[in-house]
């Protein structure tokens, strides 16, 4: 069975990522749960091993949906309508009337990585599949660490939130990370924040800023503010100063102009330590900042051309040329069927 995986319009240009799917909460051992990205139907299942697979939803015998009905046996996904086994990487393992033949079929098993609490796939070529710099919060020998907090801090309490299927164009929330003056008028910032540096390297573009915060009485505080992009679809937050914290938030595009959009957050472990006995508002006032955000998103149209001030710097510009890599007809990456 071939698979064909062409995603339409805006999602065209950022098609080439790492993306979530899921959190590693609502995938336990056993679960087969579906979900949509780029207009392909997919699902996610969790082995005895703990491992998460995601293949195609669709199964290649007869095209029967694995995710309804479908479950685990001996590390396959088997189908509900003739009981064809899929292993993990996508080939056919049994067909359970006819044992002493293994067809040639296979269905598409998308690379995946596990990193802070979120499944994430890769959805650009099968071909050129790239090194996933996606953090995680505990870190390891191999995995970067959610940065500055897990060196310098320990790692406190949690949340995490999902919105699903919202109308957001998908190029719009990763351009956040260029924009130094909605701080004032969104979050409530005593001014602009002063963008104090941008890089880009490779799959990773990151921004910082310098941010004044008045809360209650006395002076403004200062805080700090880095963002980094890993690829189209997701990006880190690191907040230093009035309320130290580092949240994670990523933008999947499920096809058609809609996203699926998840948030997580982790305060420090002196935080949690300090206010463990009442955190839930200081969560809330977090998770209520990005929801600002989200509703100018979801109402916002995204500028091919916008004008841009002298007085800016070239970031936003530099930001697209950026995410131009991620893009499915970029150079090399012109084929779309997998
Ligand atoms: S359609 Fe899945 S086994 Fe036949
Ligand atoms: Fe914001």
Request: glycine share 8%; net charge negative.
């Amino acid at each position: 069975m071939s698979t064909t995986h062409r995603p339409r319009g805006v999602e065209q240009a950022m098609l080439q990522g790492w993306f979530q799917i899921g959190t590693s909460a609502e995938c336990s051992e056993g679960q087969v749960i579906t979900r949509r990205v780029f207009d392909s139907e997919i699902v996610l299942w969790r082995t005895a091993d703990g491992t998460v697979t995601v293949t195609d939803a669709h199964c290649g015998h007869l095209g029967a949906h694995l995710g309804i009905g479908g479950r685990i046996k001996n590390d396959t996904l088997v189908c509900p309508y003739h009981g064809w086994a899929w292993d993990r990487t996508g080939l056919c393992a049994r067909v359970p009337y006819a044992p002493n033949e293994v067809p040639d079929a296979r269905i598409r098993a998308w690379p995946s990585v596990e990193r802070s609490g979120g499944i994430f796939v890769w959805t650009g070529r099968a071909d050129s599949v790239e090194e996933c710099d996606i953090p995680d919060v505990h870190g390891g020998e191999a995995t970067p660490s959610l940065i500055e907090m897990k060196a310098s801090h320990g790692v406190g309490d949690s949340r995490a939130v999902v919105y699903r299927d919202r109308a957001i164009d998908p190029r719009v929330p990763g351009e956040h990370s260029t924009d130094f003056a909605h701080f004032k008028y969104i979050h409530l910032a005593t001014d602009a924040a002063v963008q104090t540096n941008y890089s880009i390297a490779g799959n990773i573009f990151r921004a910082d800023y310098a941010v004044d915060y008045k809360i209650g009485p006395g002076s403004p505080k200062p805080h700090r503010v880095r963002f980094t992009n890993f690829g189209p679809g997701v990006v880190t937050v690191e907040n230093w100063g009035v309320v130290d914290h580092v949240l994670l938030a990523s933008v999947t595009p499920t096809g058609g102009g809609r996203v699926d959009v998840y948030y997580s957050v982790w305060v420090t472990e002196e935080l949690s330590a300090r206010v463990k006995i009442d955190y839930d508002p200081i969560f809330t006032a977090l998770i209520a900042q990005f929801e600002a955000d989200l509703i100018v998103w979801e109402n916002q149209t995204w500028v091919a051309d916008p004008p841009y001030l002298a007085s800016e710097s070239r970031c936003l510009r530099d930001y697209r040329i950026w995410a131009e890599h991620f893009s499915a007809t970029r150079p090399g990456a012109d084929r779309t069927t997998i």
